[in-house]
């Protein structure tokens, strides 16, 4: 990758993951109530499997097993192709995403070091061949439960902007910054906003950079 590298400040190389791993296991403890409360909804209204794995590139690009509560079904056409995924979200799913509640069995890929807190979102595989040197490095640090891009408008965004937010917190790496994004983060959970794209289920597909 060209460019300028990464550097580790005190606060990312000594106290970040020691700090995610405490704060994932408190979330585990205190939330675990709700996180079996949503496992049954989920097995209920959707049936087997509750958890929806994925595999996506984390620190480094090494790839790792993401894991969140599904939200679609298993709806197929007559040749046995998945339907699109508006048509297999249910309401029941949307609401899972407006809440984020289908995010929580990620605090177990924070706790094995798979992911942070805060960083850039984790997206899909086949991305990583479209990014241009710049976008290559949102993964030089863990990606994140939330990130600056969530907190500037989620899925509601551009895939350049989001990319511009990842990069700026790769540059940016404080204490006092994780903590912002964390109560910002809150606040737009409450608030519901930036669920999805526009014209879209969720959040459009990346498709490039258009050879730039």
């Known amino acids: 990758m060209a460019g300028e590298r990464h550097k580790q400040g005190f606060y990312e190389r000594y106290v970040k993951r020691p700090q995610d791993f405490l704060c994932a296991a408190a979330a585990i403890l205190i939330l675990s109530p709700v996180i079996l409360m949503v496992a049954a909804c989920v097995r209920i209204k959707l049936g087997s499997p509750v958890l929806f794995r994925q595999q996506r590139p984390g620190l480094n690009e090494k790839i790792f097993s993401l894991c969140k509560f599904r939200t679609m079904t298993d709806e197929r056409d007559e040749e046995g192709e998945l339907l699109p995924d508006e048509m297999r979200l249910t309401k029941f799913g949307k609401w899972l995403r407006a809440t984020s509640l289908d995010e929580l069995p990620e605090l177990w ?10 960083g850039p979102r984790p997206l899909l595989i ?43 917190y790769v540059n940016g790496i404080t204490f006092l910054g994780d903590w912002k994004i964390v109560f910002q983060t809150i606040g737009k959970v409450l608030k519901r906003e930036g669920i999805q794209g526009e014209n879209v289920a969720t959040m459009e597909v990346f498709r490039g950079n258009n050879g730039k």
């Open 109 to 118: 890929n924070i706790l094995r070091g798979d992911m942070a807190v805060i």
């Open 126 to 168: 086949q991305y990583l061949p479209l990014y241009n040197a710049k976008q290559h490095r949102r993964h030089e640090v863990r990606p994140g439960l939330s990130g600056l891009a969530q907190v500037h408008g989620r899925n509601a965004v551009s895939w350049e902007e989001k990319f511009e937010l990842d990069v700026e």
